[in-house]
């Protein structure tokens, strides 16, 4: 089911991403946007989560931070206009995304036909704690691919569901 509006798919449904480990989220120091930051077995990627594009590369970091696991925060450096920049990655090895957002928004993680994880967008309280009849839209049903990872960036303008192989990136902002 898409997301409701405001929200917008900034990677069309399951951008492929091979070997997906975890996700993090850093602030674009020259436009303000978020960036999504991609941890795989293939390296690590940078994207804009506004326009989807992807901004950096590394198919061959540096093996003391190829992967979560190596750092007690769970953080990696980060790329591109974030160079040298910690970023935490939520994923495979632990952490996590924000359930929510400073205006309502909620994330859940409901697994009614377990081992499948489904990734349900509500606003109110999320759909555990909520009131009887708050809509909640389900964005994403992992059926295919184990999930990594789901919730809000910082800003809580982004909602990114990563799998072990793919990234799902919706966005409020405005397109210009």
Known sequence: MPAPEPWRPVLDNRTS???LLGIGFATDPGTGHDLAMVVSTDGHGLFDAFTGEKIARDRDPDPGTSTPD??????????????????RIAGLFGGGLRSGSSDGWTVDVVSPEWPHDRVVLSTGHGIHKGQAGEPWWPVCDADYSELRAAGFSP????LAVATSSDL?????RAPH
């Open 155 to 158: 800003s809580g303008q982004t």
């Open 17 to 19: 991403v091979g070997g």
């Open 70 to 87: 190596r750092h007690p925060d769970l953080v990696r450096p980060g790329l591109g206009p974030i160079t040298g920049v910690p970023v």
């Open 168 to 172: 799902t990136l919706w966005t409020r």
